[in-house]
């Protein structure tokens, strides 16, 4: 049984892909077996990756999924003891598994994950450690005043400290308590799923942590594309789901706040010239209608974004 089972999940971008697969072949010793989960995958993409990574076992994903339901296809055939989540858009310089694979022997029993320090490739942290999310949080995360990289008792600590959640990014996990976890949750198509992980996690009774010393470079970022008016309205919806608790009232508060902060955006786009639909001023306002148009909704938010990709796919 090899010690880690990694998850990476693609969507058709060996160019993104094979750095990371070369940096975890580079910089591991501790036995480990890859699970690629090739997401709409193009024939010849999926042939070139089966002839150049032989040992990798490939999981075909051709239907439309999010990450919670891309990653439990692999999760559920994974024989590791441990699960490394990891996304395809990360670098490695440093034995990563390794050393969170290590960190285990020193921590309590009741530990569950430890993540790395995720850095962005001019060094910034994007997240080290983080706090709890709560509806409040998430208040504050939507006017853009949420700074994971300010230090809290939780977050921006030195060396091995407990945490209360992860990033998605990247994570080792200790897969007997992820499958008593149910694996991530489903009702979360685009986030907030990590957040969900770590908070379940705990309420398990076991524990989260990160190492501060071990570093994982994360791309991220990129340009807004026109499937951002299909995938913010999905986010949200799921935001909106994780941080009311299902309570209905919780969520109508926390619904009308959005909602509002959406229509404000759209009258910033009200005069500009939309007539193309890949500008940017014209994906602004697709995204804030969409959102604004998802929000008050009993469709899950697999539905919204099976509806909304169509759409913009039509355009």
């Known amino acids: 049984m090899p010690e880690v089972s990694v998850i990476i999940v693609c969507m058709n971008r060996p160019d993104l892909l094979y750095p990371c697969l070369e940096g975890i072949r580079a910089h591991t010793t501790v036995s480990y077996e890859v699970l690629v989960?090739?997401?709409?995958?193009?024939?010849?993409?999926?042939?070139?990756?089966?002839?150049?990574?032989?040992?990798?076992?490939?999981?075909?994903?051709?239907?439309?999924?999010?990450?919670?339901?891309?990653?439990?296809?692999?999760?559920?055939?994974a024989a590791g003891k441990?699960?490394?989540?990891?996304?395809?858009?990360?670098?490695?310089?440093?034995?990563?598994?390794?050393?969170?694979?290590a960190d285990f022997g020193r921590l309590p029993a009741d530990a569950a994950i430890v993540s790395p320090k995720i850095v962005f490739p001019d060094g910034r942290?994007?997240?080290?450690?983080?706090?709890?999310?709560?509806?409040?949080?998430?208040?504050?995360?939507?006017?853009?005043?949420?700074?994971?990289?300010?230090?809290?008792?939780?977050?921006?600590?030195?060396?091995?400290?407990?945490?209360?959640?992860?990033?998605?990014?990247?994570?080792?996990?200790?897969?007997?308590?992820?499958?008593?976890?149910?694996?991530?949750?489903?009702?979360?198509?685009?986030?907030?799923?990590?957040?969900?992980?770590?908070?379940?996690?705990?309420?398990?009774?076991?524990?989260?942590?990160?190492?501060?010393?071990?570093t994982i470079t994360h791309l991220a970022g990129g340009t807004v594309s026109r499937m951002e008016a299909a995938i913010k309205p999905t986010r949200v919806r799921g935001a909106l789901q994780f941080y009311s608790g299902g309570n209905p009232v919780k969520y109508g508060l926390l619904g009308a706040f959005v909602w509002c902060v959406e229509a404000l955006r759209r009258l910033k786009y009200l005069f500009a010239d939309k007539?193309?639909?890949?500008?940017?001023?014209?994906?602004?306002?697709?995204?804030?209608?969409?959102?604004?148009?998802?929000?008050?909704?009993?469709r899950s938010t697999k539905e919204i974004f099976t509806q909304l990709y169509h759409e913009v796919r039509g355009l």
């Open 275 to 298: 007539s193309d639909p890949g500008s940017h001023a014209a994906i602004m306002d697709a995204t804030a209608r969409n959102v604004m148009r998802s929000i008050f909704t009993r």
């Open 37 to 77: 989960v090739a997401y709409l995958f193009s024939t010849e993409n999926l042939a070139r990756l089966r002839a150049d990574w032989p040992d990798v076992k490939v999981v075909e994903s051709r239907e439309l999924r999010g990450f919670s339901e891309n990653n439990n296809l692999a999760l559920r055939q």
């Open 82 to 101: 441990y699960c490394f989540i990891v996304n395809d858009d990360t670098l490695m310089a440093m034995p990563v598994m390794d050393a969170l694979v």
């Open 125 to 214: 942290v994007q997240t080290n450690g983080r706090a709890p999310w709560t509806a409040w949080r998430y208040v504050k995360h939507y006017l853009h005043q949420v700074d994971e990289t300010v230090p809290t008792p939780w977050s921006m600590q030195d060396g091995l400290f407990r945490t209360w959640t992860v990033n998605g990014a990247c994570f080792l996990i200790r897969t007997d308590v992820f499958r008593q976890a149910g694996w991530f949750d489903e009702n979360y198509t685009f986030t907030p799923e990590d957040i969900a992980i770590g908070h379940k996690i705990n309420e398990m009774g076991y524990t989260v942590w990160s190492d501060a010393d071990v």
